[in-house]
């Protein structure tokens, strides 16, 4: 019996083949593209998944701008956030959030799917969202997934 061949493999920062994808969110459900998304940032979409270390892709997304929310969500959802101040609570509903800042409804959504660490923080910066259908990273070659 080989038994070299039921060693565990650990990647580490110089073993680890990150690549480059293109996501198109045209059309697509906000909560289902998103865990998507968190997934291959995350790395758990390769066999060589390690918890502790950054093996995920890079992330592009385009057309952030078209992504839908079903039912009523668009209206009825509410995200908070709090100034710091006294009486500073905030509210604003994806309709609103989506005329003023369209690719920060899927920054929250995918943010809330990665871990609350460092690690989780390194993770996020691997992730690029752009309005339109253009961006500025063709220089990397990246792959056009559809999930």
């Not at 918890?51 to 701008?65: S, W």
């Not at 369209?102 to 993770?123: F, N, Y």
Request: proline share 5%.
């Amino acid at each position: 019996m080989n038994t070299l061949s039921y060693k565990t493999v650990s990647a580490n920062k110089k073993t680890v083949d990150k690549q480059w994808v293109v996501v198109d969110a045209q059309g697509e459900i906000l909560g289902r593209l998103s865990s998507n998304i968190a997934k291959v940032i995350r790395g758990k979409n390769k066999p060589s998944f390690t918890p502790h270390v950054d093996c995920g892709d890079n992330v592009i997304v385009i057309n952030a701008d078209k992504v839908k929310l079903t039912g009523d969500k668009m209206s009825d959802k509410v995200y908070v956030r709090y100034t710091g101040y006294p009486g500073g609570q905030r509210f604003i509903t994806p309709k609103e959030l989506m005329a003023k800042h369209p690719t920060r409804i899927i920054e929250k959504a995918v943010r809330g799917m990665l871990p609350k660490t460092r690690l989780g923080r390194a993770i996020f910066k691997n992730l690029y969202i752009y309005a339109g259908d253009e961006h500025p990273h063709v220089a990397q070659n990246p792959k056009v997934i559809k999930f």
